[in-house]
């Protein structure tokens, strides 16, 4: 009954997960009142069972039952790719299979472990993502079992596009977001004069945690690649680098973005002692 009444309230709990952390908070309305019900770091091979089954532990002793559950995926455990509709795309089923093929053709893979949602557009290209059915399986299975309701499953970017996204199209001069957690950078172009994406480039960050140079390196070659102009101000959600945010330099403005796109990049620090593994992730 308690439980219930928070949840009325606006009270839910969030689960982070990336390849090599975990952190579950619990929230008031709104988000505020926001406390840390469990941490942990990990091997970054660490089977997803062992991810799902320390969240049913700590959920269960921290009295969760019957809260709203909302899950972010890191960007690394996910598959992001842009897909262009088939010419004359009639029904659902066109679409699916288009991002299925590109699916295939960019991983060389089906995706028959995979499941794809996307942004599905019968006449522009569409942001599309691919998570683990495994994964999905697990935290389905732990909402079910808990009686949580499944308010969200997805991943660190469309998170952060989704509360970004507005301040990215309403702005005079150009702007991309860029999502970065651990060793993953995720770059959002946005279409220009609209708040949907326009393409995505996922980096891998290496671990000597390049400077500058190396990022404005990055943005010039997507921006090649792509088509578009580089952009003035380059909006940074997720885990901070004061080494890429402070002042400007290069040709564009790198920006923090305040708002948390996922439990766990404010609160969870690189250095958190590992858990011992006995104890018990529409635009």
């Not at 942004?119 to 942001?127: E, I, Y």
């Not at 808990?146 to 005079?172: C, D, T, V, Y």
């Not at 004069?193 to 500058?212: D, H, I, K, M, S």
């Not at 943005?219 to 088509?227: D, K, N, S």
Request: proline share 6%.
């Amino acid at each position: 009954m308690r439980n219930r009444l928070a949840s009325l309230a606006g009270a839910e709990v969030r689960i982070g997960i990336s390849k090599r952390a975990l952190i579950i908070v619990r929230c008031g309305a709104f988000g505020r009142n926001a406390s840390v019900l469990h941490e942990a770091r990990y091997a970054e091979d660490t089977p997803m069972e062992v991810f799902g089954k320390h969240c049913r532990t700590a959920l269960s002793e921290q009295g969760c039952a019957g809260l709203p559950l909302s899950i972010t995926l890191g960007d690394e455990l996910v598959r992001l790719f842009m897909v262009t509709p088939p010419q004359n795309a009639a029904r659902m089923q066109d679409l699916v299979g288009a991002a299925s093929m590109r699916f295939h053709s960019l991983f060389g893979e089906t995706p028959r472990d995979w499941r794809i949602e996307a942004d599905w557009r019968v006449n522009l290209p569409f942001l599309a993502c691919a998570l683990p059915s495994d994964m999905v399986a697990q935290c389905a299975g732990l909402a079910r079992d808990l009686g949580m309701p499944l308010a969200g499953l997805q991943p660190h970017f469309i998170s952060a596009w989704n509360l970004a996204r507005n301040e990215l199209a309403h702005k005079a001069e150009p702007a991309w977001l860029a999502v970065f957690q651990g060793t993953q950078l995720s770059l959002g172009m946005a279409a220009p004069g609209a708040n949907r994406v326009f393409a995505t480039r996922g980096l891998t960050v290496p671990v000597e945690q390049p400077g500058r140079d190396w990022l404005q390196e990055q943005v010039t070659r997507a921006a090649l690649q792509t088509g578009l102009a580089v952009p003035s101000r380059l909006l940074l959600a997720g885990e901070a680098r004061s080494e890429w945010t402070d002042g400007k330099q290069g040709t564009f403005a790198v920006v923090r973005f305040e708002k948390e796109t996922m439990p766990g990049t404010r609160q969870l620090s690189p250095r958190a002692v590992p858990q011992a593994a006995a104890k018990a992730a529409s635009t």
